[in-house]
DNA sequence: AATGAATGAGTTTTCATTCAT
DNA sequence: AATGAATGAAAACTCATTCAT
């Protein structure tokens, strides 16, 4: 947590004042889901007047999408900063979605929440499918270096679909860590990870995918 | 032999009318979300007066709940019609992914939609904890018997997370599905299964799974 | 209070079914307030659906009225009963008020209720004048017997303002017994006569008026 | 040298646009009483939109409560600016009631009649203990300090009861006045206060109280 | 640069009342 | 005689958004 900054600092510059807002917005929206968030509410949470919060960063929508991106872009940071693209694929998937469960699990109001909301409202579409693009990217990039590293090809469609499902796997599993607060992420990673690598198949047959490290 | 039907569609009892009144707000809801669906639009478009449908079914947010309900009851109906318990695990989870998506591509206003938007919205969570439970049950059950099969045992919780992983990874390919509608619910039921059934490490060397029967 | 007439006796004859419909009116009016009294409350408490109510006592500010009027009169005839034309002023007077603040004190769901509520309402501002100008006619009929056993006469509308105080007095006794529902009825009435008999003057000074009966 | 008033009524500071919104609402509610009465209608008399009016006043039971609170002040002060605490309790009683039944006279459309509809209203209920507290105190604080000087005493629940009978006519008498347009407000307060400082016993016997002055 | 004042527009919800059977 | 079905109309309240200072 940042400490707050006094109110009786006034005449902050505005990039300050903008992530104040944006803290405040990602708070009010995470506690009250899109539309029962009012624009009074984050104001109010940003120690500022209305005016500000429009003239800064737009209306509603923008608004929340502004969340949305600043969210978002930490998380896929968090798991870039993971990721080493010269190892195996095991590995790397690994780690991503370690560092996704670690991230999620340390942030509960932030990009899962806000994300969840955002994909039943429609006026929020278009902020979801960038977001996903780039979640989707990540995943799919991931895979065709897996692939290239086994000399093999897929077509585009295929592994997008797969990407689909991993993504949306560990949305729900991220759910799932949202909801049992006393969980751990590093479990819920491994146990997404043997789901995702090994599949049903294997695991209903005994077999189990284990951490290398320890970390 | 058929019971005349009024001339005037007036006048008609209650059970009829609130059929009626669940296909407007299914629709109404999924094509607008539920914020900003308004009682007035889906009264419209059940052909009746506001008041009827708070009389029959209660407030929005009830209404959204009996929606939420009816459409996944049918869904559950559509899964256990398909699964036949005596048939080994891959086969079982091969109908149930089939039948999933083949709902799904089929009511493309109906059970998926409306899910998605209850998840985010705080006011309906308890209608969401409810499905989603049944849901999660219906794989649960899948996999223990799987194991019982193999004689084998798992922690509860294992399973429910395996579980919601399945679970979460169908929603997703099923919100691709519902954003390409020129695709094919059966060949996305496949990709589905081989992520599910194989994991991605045997994808990834190349291994596929085909479904043994042509329909 | 009358035994529930069983609702399995159907087709009663009007007049009954009247008084069992007044019966949950006045229940509910007393309890809710003119406007939060619903007709579909009355109705059900009443056993009886709605059209039947308005084909008997119409709306619901005649069935207001209806109940007001019926309430009333059962009030005026409980004074009536105990006032006797030919005892000397105080005592008619003393048994007057006794019997109203003890048939206050017995029907506190009744006429004072409902009285109190129409006063405030525009809409029932006839029936107001109606009832309080029946209560006034009694306690101007006592005074100007009063007047004219002393050989005296005074102007009708002197009489009338005393009239409005006394009766003004005793409503807010009684507001007063309704609320203190531990109160003894023939306490208030003693206190009350007190004040419009001997006034604040006398009472000051000590002076103090004492019923001559123990009953 | 006064502050330019500006030519255009908008902008108003907070302080003067509660004050017009109280004085829409108190003749809103006088006019129609409360149920009646519209928000709608009230922000429209105040020359001001209805978000304002929730802004400022809250919801129309607060402001239903606000107008009763301002009114009810009023009305106290004009009588505690009328007694003279070192008077006798007979004077002190008359310029009480005639401070009371002037201030009524001239506001037809204030006290009395918010009031009058707060007692029916099941709502409302608590603005009205409160505001006949006050006014129950004023008296009893009278008839206490009228005992004293007569170096008497009197049980607490005496003198509230007698202090409930005068407020109840004298409000019923304000009430007549209120029908009776052309009636004079101090040959109201006069007649009451004969009823209230004589009784009924010796103004039948042609007793008479006369106030000392002629203003 | 910053804000108190102001509102248009919309929503859910309720209720008295009446048909058609 | 009796009622389930049906509605017109209105009211309270909220909120995103913008002026004017």
Redesign the interface.
Known sequence: MLARVPTSFKRLPRAVREQQMLDAAVKVFSR?????ASMDEIADDAGISKPMVYAYLGAKEELFTACLHREGTRLMEAIAAAVEPDLP??EQ?WRGLRAFFRFVGAHRDGWAVLY????????LAGAVVTMRGRMIDVVTGL?ER??AA?G?EVRAS?L???A??????????A??LADHPEADADR?AT??M?????????????ELWRPADAG
Not at 32 to 36: D, K
Request: glycine content about 12%.
């Open positions: 009250r889901g899109y539309h029962a694929a095991d998937l969840r909301q955002a994909r039943g409202e429609p006026p895979l897996a692939l086994r093999r295929e997008e679909i797969m689909y499902a991993l993504v949306g796997a560990s949305e729900s599993v759910d799932w819920a146990r997404m043997n789901v995702a690598w090994l599949g049903a198949g294997q695991l209903l047959d005994g």
